[in-house]
């Protein structure tokens, strides 16, 4: 109120709230030069203010651009941009920051395009065989049994020595790989096909490389993929094969081109050999992994090569091995899958 005093009489007759209002104006500071705009216009009378009053281009200017040619000139090329995403090339955990998109995003490392089709033999899996093969290997447990308990399969130690103490178990006997359990089917880990890799070993390649011309060629036409190249990795003096040789090609395929293949192999290649019984049902690794092999004779069976046969040297034709790789854990899994695809075995049954 004293500070009121000292107003004059008609400022007190005032309201309270416009006194204490604050009363100013908005400064602005001009950073722009009218001189030295006025100085620079004439240096930009060349400049249109607009692209529409442009003139058109003549036809000897329209023949003198080619940025094609300007590009195809360039000696060194223009660097990409600097914002251009590209995935972590190794994956650091789940916890990093930094994690590698889906298989399915096309900026992935290992995105691939497709499927654009669906393989009849895939087809029917879906279809017939997974519920038959869920079926024929079911197994009923009644609700509340207990599991049975699972026998130790590695060995331990007999404690003779003070040094046995806090050691790891020993391997299994007589193996140092410790193999794969059988799991029992159910709809969850139902068997199918994984990828199918064919390899083809060309010793003749090592004095004439034309030979691994003409095994790459065949993969090639077989899988719709580029084979590599394999080298030797042992020396056989008897044979004349010295380690780091090239001698072989393979490739793998995975996917519905795996499916494809397999398709090929039942219904058009193996109704097509003279005498043949099958494949020996000992093969596999106790893995689910089978494998089989085509001579040069059955080579020319497939149609891929058929077609084209006049294409490759009868002499060099190579042979080949089949590893289809499957989702069991056991060879007698494997077995039921491939006979449900039709794939015949014969001889006696190694479990």
Same mark, same amino acid.
């Given at each position: ?68 040619? %300007? ?192 398709? %090929? ?66 060879? %007698?899994?494997? %077995? ?16």
């Amino acid at each position: 109120m004293a500070s009121l005093r000292g107003l004059s009489r008609p400022a007190r007759s005032l309201p309270l709230s416009q006194l204490s209002r604050q009363t100013y104006t908005a400064g602005s500071i001009r950073c722009a030069s009218s001189q030295a705009a006025e100085a620079a216009a004439p240096a930009l009378n060349d400049l249109e203010q607009s692209t529409l009053t442009a003139p058109q281009l003549s036809p000897e200017e329209k023949k003198e651009f080619r940025p094609w040619k %300007r590009g195809a000139d360039r000696k060194f090329q223009l660097p990409g941009s600097r914002y251009q995403y590209h995935p972590p090339k190794y994956e650091r955990g789940p916890l990093h920051p930094i994690q590698s998109p889906p298989s399915s995003d096309p900026i992935a490392r290992d995105f691939v395009p497709g499927p654009f089709n669906l393989p009849r033999l895939k087809q029917t899996y879906h279809s017939t065989i997974a519920p038959d093969i869920m079926t024929l290997t079911y197994m009923h447990v009644p609700p509340g049994t207990p599991p049975k308990p699972a026998p130790e399969r590695l060995r331990a130690w007999d404690g003779s020595s003070p040094y046995h103490k806090n050691r790891p178990l020993r391997g299994p006997m007589g193996n140092s790989v410790l193999p794969l359990m059988e799991r029992h089917i159910n709809f969850r880990n139902i068997p199918e096909i994984k990828e199918v890799t064919l390899a083809s070993y060309v010793p003749e390649a090592i004095k004439d490389p034309d030979h691994l011309l003409v095994a790459r060629s065949v993969l090639l036409a077989l899988t719709g993929t580029t084979p590599e190249i394999t080298h030797t990795k042992s020396n056989v003096v008897q044979w004349g094969i010295k380690a780091g040789e090239k001698a072989g090609v393979k490739t793998t395929i995975y996917g519905n081109a795996a499916y494809e293949f397999l398709d %090929r192999c039942v219904h058009l290649v193996f109704p097509r050999i003279k005498d043949w019984k099958g494949i020996r049902a000992t093969t596999g690794d106790d893995s689910g992994n089978l494998s089989w092999g085509f001579t040069p004779e059955e080579i020319k069976l497939f149609p891929e090569v058929e077609v084209n046969y006049w294409l490759y040297p009868a002499k060099m034709l190579p042979g080949c091995r089949v590893y289809v790789k499957t989702s069991a854990t056991s060879d %007698r899994q494997a %077995r039921l899958l491939l006979q449900a695809f039709g794939v015949p075995f014969y001889g006696p049954v190694r479990d």
